[in-house]
């Protein structure tokens, strides 16, 4: 069965540093989704991209956070200036078609150790 | 807005018992409602989903669940346990013109022999 997958697994980096977490969508899925969850913390909504623009974003999502579809088949979330509170698992997710009529398909997520 | 909540935060059964993980929405239309697993260093796992019709969904791995409007409820269940099902159990819902899932905080399923 198709997967997302996310590169890589784990990353630490300094406070101050960019970081870059990678995501490889299902292939013939539409919509994405970065969601994050900090350790013991409920899973929250960061990012929604359709059609190569943001759909929503959270207040989290403020501009230290930026997404890009570089190409056919990647989908990034870029830290520009990482604090010690971006630590956390950061998911990525997918699916077909519009909300409501398909579920989200998640990665197995990126654990971000920001030091 | 919407929000969930899963007022267990901790479940042990044993094993070959039933298992009931207790999740309850708060919104206003028929909401999208989801069940995700997650074992140990891995990814949400999607268990099953209500979108309309049938009030009882069937799920992967033996589970299911029954969406109660009337309680604002959709509880899992499962009617055997078995030691591979110890994993954390997210509940979640999604508005129909929203965009994103809301999760619950998570209940944590331990299963004892």
């Known amino acids: 069965e198709p997967e997302v997958t996310q590169t890589p697994s784990h990353q630490v980096t300094q406070m101050g540093q960019e970081v870059i977490l990678r995501c490889v969508p299902i292939s013939n899925h539409l919509y994405f989704y970065w969601y994050r969850q900090i350790l013991g913390q409920k899973v929250e909504f960061l990012v929604s991209f359709y059609n190569n623009e943001i759909s929503e974003k959270s207040e989290i999502f403020d501009d230290q956070f930026s997404v890009e579809r570089p190409d056919g088949s990647n989908f990034t979330l870029k830290i520009r200036s990482t604090k010690l509170e971006d630590s956390a698992m950061y998911f990525c997710a997918s699916r077909t078609w519009a909300p409501g009529y398909s579920p989200l398909h998640f990665g197995n997520g990126t654990r971000l150790t920001v030091t | 807005a919407q929000s969930v909540t899963q007022p267990d935060i901790h479940i042990t059964v044993s094993e070959g018992a039933s298992l009931e993980l207790r999740c309850n929405y708060s919104?206003?239309?028929?909401?999208?409602l989801f069940w995700y697993v997650q074992s140990p260093g891995q990814g949400l796992q999607l268990l099953l989903k209500y979108f309309s019709g049938d009030t009882l969904v069937q799920g992967i791995k033996g589970f299911e669940a029954e969406f109660k409007r009337s309680q604002s409820s959709f509880n899992l269940r499962k009617p055997s346990v078995h030691w591979s099902d110890a994993a954390e159990y997210f509940c979640a819902v999604e508005s129909v013109d929203g965009n994103k899932l809301v999760f619950g905080a998570g209940t944590i399923l331990r299963v004892k022999s």
């Open positions: 919104y206003g239309a028929t909401p999208y």
